[in-house]
């Protein structure tokens, strides 16, 4: 019975060292996710100096240029 039990003391081990991997992996990639929708949220709030630029009509741009 001793052998048993071992053997199953050893299965449970190996088992619930699988699933420790696989939530330590689930929660990088939850913290991934999470940065990368930080990241896009910043760049999509990213207001850029030459947004301020007035330009010229295409016409007037035309009429103009040599």
Do not use: M, W
Not at 14 to 20: P, T
Not at 38 to 59: H, N, P
Request: with cysteine; net charge negative; hydrophobic share 35%.
């Amino acid at each position: 019975e001793k052998v048993r039990t071992r053997a199953g003391r050893d299965a449970l081990h190996k088992e619930k060292q699988r699933v420790d991997s696989t939530h330590l992996l689930l929660q990088n990639l939850l913290y991934e996710a999470d940065h990368l929708n930080k990241e896009v949220t910043k760049c999509l709030q990213f207001k850029s100096k030459d947004e301020e630029i007035e330009l010229v009509a295409v016409e007037e741009f035309y009429k103009d240029a040599p």
